[in-house]
Each structure stands twice: as C-alpha cells, then as structure tokens.
C-alpha cells in the first residue's frame, strides 16, 4: 500500500488559559483544509504557531502524525479525534511514522521534507484535549508523531502521495529517539551515531550522557 496524505491542516488562534506562550495563544488546534498548502523551510503557509520556541524552526517546520495511531486513541479515549487534533499538519495514511528513520526524506506532493525529530508532549497538548494525565499516556504509548525539515519548498494536498526516496543506513527511528530520550535512557548511545539529528537534539543528549561535544 502506498501511503498518502489523509488531510493538510492549518492552525487556528486558540486563546485559553492552557495555552504555553505567554499571550495564551495557541496554534495547536489545526483543521483539514481543502486544495494546495505551501510547504517552506520555515513553515507552512498560513499555520498559526503561538510558542515558536518550542514548536518553530526549520527543525520543526512540519509535524506529521498518522491517522492509524490517531484511531488508537481514539479507541483509547473513547471519542473521535479529528485530524489536525494532536496539532499535526500532515495527518498521514499507511505511512509508518513511528519507524521512520532520522533523515529520510520524503517526497510529497512538490516538496521534499526530511524526518528530524519526534514530538515531545506538553502541558498545552494535555490542556487542549482536556487529559490531565496525558503526558504519561502518550509517553508510555510511544507513538508520538515526527517533526520534519523541508529541504524543498513546495505545494502539498490531502490525497498526495508519501514515497521515502532516501533512507540512512544507521537505522535510528523516530519511536527510538523518543524512547531514548524519555524512558529508556540505556538507548541514548545510539543516537550519537545520528548526524541528521538536530543539534538541539543532540545537545541534550551529550549532557544526559555527561559527553564533551
């Protein structure tokens, strides 16, 4: 099965009391949009970001999250999940984003994107769907999405198709830096060997492994 964009989502200002930036603004409620999204290194065109810090950057320019662990949640909540609900803006199809290596790059419609980083949760992702609990939840689930680069601008739609063009050869996963770096600190040595990571990244983990970089 070829895997696919299911929606393209955009955020909307989100003005609540959980909010992380300090306006208590939030972009984190993003919602299907119809025809073509601009894809740039710095973003996408016409997102909301409120706390660009944490969630900006051309490390963070994409977040993507698949619409099969959305489900899980769903199941799990017992309440639909929209897509665009876990401030995605690609929620994708038959693409497995959990096990997507650190530097692949993806073709999706005009753009070319590469895989970085995955989603660290916070207080305004617990706050927005109303789960006190949902930091540890989606920790322990492990499931948490990925953060892409787009190395080349371009237009993408819901429908698009998502072809891994390039895969590195260390074989370090998304799921696995999330691992690594929450729960299973013994996996931190692996992802020395990662030179796509972000620099961000990897700083963090030469100070968990007390490491001179």
Request: glycine residues 12%; charged residues 25%.
């Amino acid at each position: 099965m070829t895997g696919r964009v299911a929606a393209v989502n955009l955020g909307v200002v989100t003005q609540a009391q959980w909010a992380g930036d300090a306006s208590g603004r939030s972009g984190i409620d993003k919602r299907p949009v119809d025809g073509p999204v601009l894809l740039r290194t710095d973003g996408v065109a016409g997102d909301f970001i409120g706390e660009r810090p944490q969630h900006g950057g051309p490390d963070q320019a994409v977040y993507a999250y698949a619409q099969e662990d959305a489900g899980w949640w769903s199941a799990e909540l017992g309440r639909d999940i929209s897509p665009g609900g876990f401030g995605e803006n690609l929620t994708t199809w038959a693409v497995d984003v959990t096990g997507a290596v650190i530097g692949e790059r993806w073709a999706v419609g005009s753009a070319l994107l590469q895989v970085t980083k995955p989603r660290t949760p916070c207080t305004t992702f617990a706050g927005f769907w109303g789960v006190p609990d949902l930091i540890k939840r989606f920790t322990v689930r492990a499931a948490p999405g990925a953060y892409l680069r787009v190395l080349r601008d371009g237009e993408v739609s819901a429908g698009d198709p998502v072809e891994v063009v390039d895969r590195p050869a260390h074989g370090v996963t998304i799921g696995e830096v999330f691992r690594a770096t929450s729960l299973e600190p013994e996996l931190l040595p692996r992802l020395l060997d990662v030179p796509e990571l972000p620099a961000s990244t990897r700083e963090k983990v030469l100070r968990r492994l007390n490491v001179a970089g």
